[in-house]
């Protein structure tokens, strides 16, 4: 059973009530992982969004459609009490990135789809506050993306200037 | 003309009831651009979001002691009803990039975030379906942006190992034709460099490609030709060259 404490320091469920995260306890089971062990690659169906609950987790670009060159790069790592997966909550609903284990081992918690849509739908209240957090999950990210590439863009500029 | 027709086109405000549409019609700014105006600028606080009516607009970022006015610093073209800034829902709350009206002139709709947070808390239910399709409009704009720039992300390095064992053995012919290669390609992610021996002087000149994510494969006795094919094989294609390697 995954504590209310550690519910309650996840980026997405903060300023939440012991109801609404007693709610969402119940949606949730941990899973634990080995160094370089994929969580979920950008093929699976998303049935989960995922929290990291000990060790790190590294989201890397890992499409088998573009060139060698262009595989396996890492977007970013994360630490304990971070949200990933979240395009399991989001239109169109497909994985963006592979999930993979970057410590020697690492527990996540795995957040049921299904039910947690259910639960955000009937209590628009907790909906809206966690579709805020969610909102910040998934800019930040994006941000992180746009920096990368800004300064890749920048650079060629750069260059040929 | 923003009314509810127009709205109820707006992704972020899908799945509304017209009821809900009319609140946020209440709270609507309507502006208009000439071709070139500044909607908004990279670094600026982000208070509020805007909805693109008519027109176009560019999203640019800007780059040290140069105008922002070229087109291959913008990032995307946005067309009527798609929304602009949603980093006013965002840490740290301020623009990343600039936008720039490139149609003859353009008409927005700005909404101011307050107004908006203040709709949401007396009406949470309106609140998930926005932020929802806030969302998904920003995880379709990541999806666009690793489909459409992959190449940023590809670091691949080639070294030329050119100790004077390396050098007599013909490196710098091999490092000749690697660069004719490289200048024929116009590739920028890919990185060049010399280093000393490995230590594996009776099969100089060696060549070591690394690319993020694999482990780095060492070429032997390389020429220009062999160089070549494997820059156009290995580099270009991702298929290691079997026959050459040590």
């Given amino acids: 059973m995954i504590s209310l404490d550690f519910l309650e320091t996840v980026d997405i469920f903060k300023d939440l009530s012991r109801d609404q995260l007693t709610a969402i306890q119940a949606c949730c089971q941990e899973e634990t992982f080995a160094r370089n062990d994929r969580i979920f690659s950008t093929h699976e169906d998303p049935t989960a969004l995922w929290v990291v609950k000990a060790g790190e987790v590294t989201l890397r670009q890992d499409q088998t459609d573009v060139p060698l060159?262009?595989?396996?790069?890492?977007?970013?790592?994360?630490?304990?009490?971070?949200?990933?997966?979240?395009?399991?909550?989001?239109?169109?609903?497909?994985?963006?990135?592979?999930?993979?284990?970057?410590?020697?081992?690492?527990?996540?918690?795995?957040?049921?789809?299904?039910?947690?849509?259910?639960?955000?739908?009937?209590?628009?209240?907790?909906?809206?506050?966690?579709?805020?957090?969610?909102?910040?999950?998934?800019?930040?990210?994006?941000?992180?993306?746009?920096?990368?590439?800004?300064?890749g863009l920048g650079q060629d500029i750069l260059n040929r200037w | 003309m923003v009314d509810i027709d127009f709205l109820r086109k707006v992704g972020i405000f899908k799945g509304l009831e017209d009821d809900q549409l009319a609140l946020i019609l209440e709270n609507c700014q309507e502006k208009e651009f000439p071709k070139g105006g500044l909607l908004f600028k990279e670094g600026q606080e982000a208070h509020c979001i805007w909805l693109v009516v008519d027109g176009e607009v560019d999203l640019r970022f800007d780059l040290p002691a140069r105008p922002t006015t070229s087109k291959e610093t913008t990032l995307n073209t946005e067309t009527t009803s798609n929304t602009l800034g949603w980093s006013a829902f965002v840490p740290p709350y301020r623009y990343v990039l600039s936008a720039y009206c490139t149609s003859e002139s353009c008409k927005v709709a700005q909404l101011e975030k307050a107004d908006l947070l203040t709709l949401f808390e007396e009406d949470p239910g309106m609140g998930y379906s926005v932020m929802s399709n806030l969302a998904g409009v920003v995880s379709t704009r990541f999806h666009k942006m690793q489909q459409a720039t992959p190449d940023k992300y590809a670091i691949t390095t080639i070294v030329i190992h050119m100790a004077t064992c390396g050098i007599v053995a013909g490196a710098r012919e091999v490092m000749t034709a690697l660069m004719e290669e490289m200048a024929i390609t116009g590739r920028k992610d890919i990185h060049i460099r010399s280093s000393g021996c490995i230590g594996k002087c009776a099969t100089e000149p060696n060549v070591t490609v690394e690319i993020e994510g694999a482990e780095p494969v060492i070429y032997q006795e390389m020429t220009p030709d062999k160089m070549r094919h494997v820059f156009q094989q290995h580099v270009l294609k991702g298929d290691i060259a079997t026959e050459y390697l040590l």
């Fill in chain 1, 69 to 151: 060159a262009l595989r396996n790069i890492t977007i970013t790592n994360l630490p304990e009490t971070m949200t990933f997966g979240w395009s399991s909550l989001v239109s169109p609903y497909k994985y963006r990135l592979s999930a993979y284990c970057a410590s020697q081992t690492c527990s996540v918690l795995k957040v049921d789809r299904s039910s947690f849509s259910l639960l955000l739908e009937e209590d628009a209240r907790l909906g809206y506050r966690v579709m805020s957090k969610l909102l910040v999950v998934v800019g930040s990210r994006f941000h992180n993306l746009r920096e990368e590439i800004i300064k």
